[in-house]
């Protein structure tokens, strides 16, 4: 055989594979790496679809080329700019307000928009819901679209009025589809679009009301480049521009931080992946010295034995991740079901490379977690066929290492995971596992001293978990982290959002009123003192944006993602008030009195707001409200409790300092239940006030909620099924122990039943561990999360001790399966190896 041709070499490797297919190591391998390609080929598809979804439809999300966007309007100059440039124009006001219909009313997100709306993307609408959509120019003066979900909650028809503000409109169609509007999963209020020449006789626009103006561009990309570099240093602080890029990257920045944590998801899944396929390919190389000692004594050179089992598990391997990646390309149709309407639904195929990607992230990992223990076989003496206690020489321990490493380096790389959080992970989880190692490890060793006393299956069951505590350990340790997460993404799913309504107090505050007018102000405060059994405070509010801090521009100071970043990047509510509002608490510096005389009017600042602004005491704030600037001086810190449903303010000034600006006021209030029909008769009677549900937008929030989970414990159905595939292969190490150990048993006169009720015993034991250990894990983490995170007492969650029953039954199962061939081997084996 020496100078073995590789298409000989190559059918000799094709005919073993066929013939070793039912080899249990290499079904839990083609297992292992289906798992792993599967959720690398599925979650990659979710990420390159999305992303090509958001580039394909950047433009179109704006609804132009280019926006500009503020909080008031756009100056005639900037209008006349652009259209000397030869660009098209449109123009867009959005707010939120109520219509009503004859019994109900609703909150909705109004456009009101000119005839050229939009420059890019179609406008669709339908004559009747849920009818056949076609596209065409928006509505005309004293008409109005809304989406069907409005015609639903008014109970209203095609060709009804109903009434916006001090005005009515005719419902003249259903609108279905709008391009500058990202989806569900950024408003969770419907949609309704209306003329801008009706605006005016709404009479809900008024000075200081939450109103963003847009206006819309289009044209050549030298004429837009012009108009930017024209415009852009004049800029008010409550203005920006915004292009394809820019609306990209808002469009997209919610849902790329759900790609990471899913792609987080796929890593575990391929860990515990690489896990089994590294004890397989183990067993794999052990079963097979004696065959390689065979083939080197008739002739074959040891690179020729290396490449001929090389080409075995290749094969393997690329069956496999072809297998996966078909899996994969259709588990992602049920990841994107799962989070239908939360997704633009027209999104491109994806392509080839997600496929691909995953295939390369399976063979990948068969490389670095299989190669180290497949290279044993090329370094087998032909000597063993003699003598079989004959092992070939180990590779070294950095290899074996080094290789596992590189090939996690690789698929991180490939998933483009956030370092530092990966890390992080992977120090967490290591820490988690050796400490949780130690305790099960310990608790094995103490139940040495139980088996003296124990009935037979018991000593049985527990002497192999004693025989291999390290190996017992470690499937206890995968199923318990399994369990664990999946347990504490069921507690949480709807727990948080409960606990936190049940810890308000009765009569919480459950609806907010916006822009109360001045002029309306002492009116609808005494409405609702008749209609609320509660007190009821308007709080002045005049939309303003922070600029400068000490002179300094406030970009330059703010770290990116943190809590300042995000409040500058919006006009933020401006407050004043003589006394401490009640459910604040003075935490630095004092509240002002009426004596008080100092250079700058004083602000009090909320107390993590101005950490993350890097604020003390005396430091001077710049403020741009209503285009002109207002200096202040901290004078106070503040810690807010946000979960009271009732008004808080991040700014609170001295009186004085904003009373001279246009000001609209906002209140919270309590109305009993079944009070509907009052609360449609207030919107009436003050049109220009937007009222908020808090509990519809809580039931609103809840479902969402519910659905991303949803679609994240469809994602760790994979890393269930790599903990699987972690058993089996920890199984089928040891197979060949139990097959004798059940064979000798067997001899010496055990019946089938003791056996089956050992190997029960085992499994039920360790998968038992594996639940406690989650449910004492998943009481610790909520412990922590309500303590620190979310400032919510803590109670414990009884149903939890149902998780060591689950673990039982699981993994107890699973063993059972895995094991079978062990409880059918004839006694006539142990006689034939003797």
Known sequence: MKGLPFHRLLALATRQLLRDARAGELRVLFFALLVAVTASTAIGYFSARLNDGMQRRASEFLGADLLLTGTSPAAPAQIEQGKQLGLDHARLVEFSSVIAGDEAIQLVSVKAVDSHYPLRGQLKSASAPYGAERPGTGPRPGEVWAEARVLATLDVQVGDRIELGSTSLRLSRVLTYLPDEAGDFYSLTPHVLMHLDDLAATEVVQPGSRVRYREQWRGAPEALKAYRQAVEPNLAANQRLEDARDGSRQVGGALNRAERYLNLASLAAVLLAGVAVALSAARFAA????????????????????????????????????????????????????????LPADL????????????????????????????????????????????????????????????????????????????????????????????????????????????????????????????????????????????????????????????LPAQAPNHFALNVLPAEQDA???????????????????????????????????????????????????????????????????????????????????????????????????????????????????????????????????????????????????????????????????????????????????????????????????????????????????????????????????????????????????????????????????????????????????????LPLIGALLVGGAGIIGTRRALNVSPLTVLREG
């Open 524 to 802: 609808f405060s005494a409405r609702l003192t008749q209609l609320s059994p509660h007190p009821v405070t308007l709080y002045p509010v005049v939309p303003g944006r922070l600029v400068m801090i000490n002179g300094e521009p406030v970009r330059q100071i703010v770290s990116k993602e943190s809590q300042g970043e995000r409040a500058i990047q919006r006009d933020l509510s401006l407050t004043w008030a003589s006394e401490l509002p009640a459910d604040n608490q003075l935490l630095a510096g004092r509240w002002w009195s009426p004596g008080d005389d100092g250079d700058l009017p004083g602000v009090s600042v909320e107390s993590k707001l101005a950490e993350s602004l890097q604020l003390r005491l005396g430091d001077r704030l710049s403020f741009s409200v209503g285009g002109l600037n207002r200096d202040a001086q901290v004078s106070s810190l503040r810690e807010v409790d946000w979960n009271n449903f009732r008004p808080n303010f991040y700014m609170i000034f001295e009186p004085g300092t904003l009373q001279d600006l246009p000001v609209t006021y906002l209140t919270s209030f309590y109305l009993p239940p079944r009070q509907e029909r009052e609360l449609v008769e207030l919107a009436r009677a003050f049109p220009a006030v937007t009222l908020l549900q808090v509990d519809a937008l809580l039931k609103q929030l809840r479902s969402i909620v519910a659905q991303v989970t949803l679609a994240i414990e469809y994602v760790l159905l994979f890393v269930l099924a790599a903990g699987l595939a972690v058993l089996f292969a920890g199984l089928q190490a040891t197979l060949d122990e139990r097959i004798r150990q059940g064979a000798l048993l067997r001899a010496l006169g055990a019946e089938r039943r003791l056996l089956i009720s050992a190997r029960r015993t085992e499994f039920a034991l360790l998968g038992a561990a594996s639940g406690l250990l989650a449910a004492l894990g998943c009481e610790l983490i909520s412990f922590l999360l309500y303590r620190f995170a979310f400032d919510l007492s803590w109670q414990p969650h009884p149903w939890l001790l149902v």
């Open 287 to 342: 079963r097979r010295f004696d065959a390689s000692a065979l083939l080197r004594c008739l002739g074959l050179s040891r690179r020729q034995a290396l490449s001929l089992f090389s080409l075995q598990l290749a094969m393997l391997g690329l069956t496999a991740s072809l297998s996966g990646a078909l899996l994969g390309w259709l588990g992602q149709h049920g990841l994107f079901f799962l989070l239908q309407g939360l």
């Open 348 to 503: 491109p195929p994806g392509g080839p490379g997600p496929a691909l990607a995953g295939m390369a992230t399976g063979l990948v990992a068969l490389a670095g977690f299989a190669l180290p223990p497949l290279a044993a076989l090329g370094r087998v003496p032909p000597l063993r066929v003699l003598r079989r206690d004959l092992l070939p020489v180990p590779l070294s321990a950095w290899l074996v290492y080094g290789a596992a490493l590189l090939a996690l380096g690789l698929i991180m790389w490939r998933l483009s995971l956030d370092l530092k959080l990966t890390l992080a992970l992977l120090g967490g989880g290591l820490l988690a596992t050796l400490l949780l190692g130690a305790l099960l490890l310990s608790g094995l060793r103490g139940l040495r001293r139980l088996l003296a006393r124990a009935a037979l299956p018991w000593r049985l069951g527990l002497g192999q978990l004693l025989r291999h505590p390290l190996a017992a350990a470690g499937q206890s340790l995968a199923f318990g982290l399994i369990i664990l997460a999946m347990a504490l993404i069921a507690l949480l799913r709807g727990e948080l959002l409960d606990t936190w309504q049940e810890q």
